[in-house]
């Protein structure tokens, strides 16, 4: 397929996703719903991807895709095929975008970029080299489209908050806490890249970014390991990622931020909070409530200042005119169908998605440079004998 039938096809675009897992089944939900809701670009749930014959035409049948392939090679060589929806384990990201993007396709791939920076390098350029020829690309840092943080970055932007001091960002999960879990790919460097640390200190730092509007120029960080060895099918496996990790940063406009992040913090199922301090006001919000935001106004008179709760669902806020009368709250999914929907119009307007690749980039420098930080000695403190 030629570029320029990329661009404008006679037809609806053609949608392939490769993966039918957990970010497999989200993102096929997404494509499903999302004309129900907005008005996008026409498009069809052509095929959907996986190395299980069986279980990705069962996954294709129930999710809505017209057919299931086992090859994405093939599939991306198909002419009735415009986007590439990349949902595969970080350690297929770089091979299977390149080459889409190479064939004339539109990639979606999920976050974090690549597993490693020299990956994510190769996805740039070849992003780069495609966008010329008017092909977009885009990384699926979802949370920037939960409504409430769009809506964060937006009173950030519009001076609400004053200047930023002070960011701090956790994000705790507590899937591995029991030492029995079993080994799984996201527990594996040369399949997951890392831990905690890509799977979703990627994301918080993705929003430390995105709300502050800025850059990370500095950090120092963390990893550790807490169960090192689980169940594989072949038996004991060692763990080669870590389950926790945590740093500060320091951004370029004299912000600094603290990130902590978990996959082994019991009782904390999805936790993704972020705490924005500035000269005039204070955002707070945590993912598990994810149509609250707490807003305070620093220039309220002192004794009426407090944190108060916006519900997020005004046809006002970012894309709740889609969705339901004002409080009907939403939830962690609508967060797929928003991405889809701007990745769908950023190509029917010939616009540029964010998250680009470039920004995924940013991203993956920050977590090589936590792992490296972390791998260098820390400063030990003296053992004080207590009379
Ligand atoms: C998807 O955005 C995602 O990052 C998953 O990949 C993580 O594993 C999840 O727990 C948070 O969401």
């Known amino acids: 397929m030629t570029s320029s039938q990329t661009l404008a096809p006679h037809r609806p675009l053609g949608v392939a ?5 957990f970010m497999g089944k989200a993102h096929s ?8 809701h907005f008005d996008v670009p026409a498009f069809e749930q052509k095929v959907l991807v996986g190395r299980d014959a069986d279980a990705v035409a069962a996954a294709a049948s129930k999710y809505g895709w017209s057919e299931s392939a086992t090859d994405w090679r093939e599939v991306i060589a198909r002419e009735d095929i415009d986007i590439v929806d990349i949902c595969a384990p970080g350690w297929l990201h770089a091979e299977i975008a390149i080459a889409a993007l190479a ?3 539109h990639v979606l791939v999920e976050k974090p970029l690549a597993n490693t920076v020299e990956e994510g390098k190769a996805m740039v350029a070849a992003a780069q080299k495609a966008r010329v020829k008017g092909v977009r690309s885009m990384v699926g840092f979802t949370y920037r489209r939960i409504p409430a943080l769009a809506f964060a970055r937006q009173l950030i932007a519009d001076g609400k908050l004053g200047t930023i001091r002070q960011a701090r960002a956790s994000y705790l999960q507590d899937w591995l806490a029991d030492e029995n879990a079993p080994m799984a790919w996201r527990l594996r460097k040369e399949t997951a890249g890392s831990g905690a640390l890509g799977d979703i200190a990627s994301h918080a730092i993705d929003q430390v970014q995105y709300l502050l509007n800025d850059t990370v120029s500095e950090v120092s960080g963390r990893l550790h390991t807490f169960v090192t060895e689980r169940a594989g099918p072949h038996g004991p496996e060692p763990v080669t990622v870590d389950d926790a990790a945590w740093a500060t940063l320091s951004l370029s406009r004299g912000a600094v931020a603290s990130v902590d992040v978990s996959r082994v913090a019991l009782g904390q199922k999805n936790a993704l909070r972020m705490e924005i301090y500035g000269t005039a006001g204070s955002l ?8 609250e935001l707490y807003f305070l106004d620093g220039t309220d008179p002192v004794e009426l200042q407090g944190f108060r709760r916006i519900l997020v669902t005004e046809p006002e806020h970012p894309y709740i005119s889609g969705w339901w009368p004002q409080g009907h709250v939403i939830g962690w999914e609508h967060s797929f169908t ?6 769908l119009l950023d190509i029917a307007n010939g616009t540029d998605p964010s998250p680009s690749f470039e920004e995924g980039l940013s991203v993956q420098n920050v977590l090589a440079a936590i792992e490296a930080s972390s791998a260098a000695s820390c400063a030990t403190i003296p053992v004080v004998e207590l009379a």
Not at 17 to 21: D, E, L, M, N
Not at 29 to 36: F, I
Not at 284 to 291: A, G, I, Q, V
Not at 338 to 343: A, G, I, K, L, P
């Open 338 to 343: 928003h991405q889809v929907r701007d990745f």
């Open 103 to 105: 064939a004339g396709k």
């Open 29 to 36: 939900h997404a494509w499903r719903t999302v004309a129900n």
């Open 17 to 21: 996703a490769i993966g039918y897992a």
């Open 284 to 291: 707070t919000f945590n993912l598990e409530s994810p149509n």
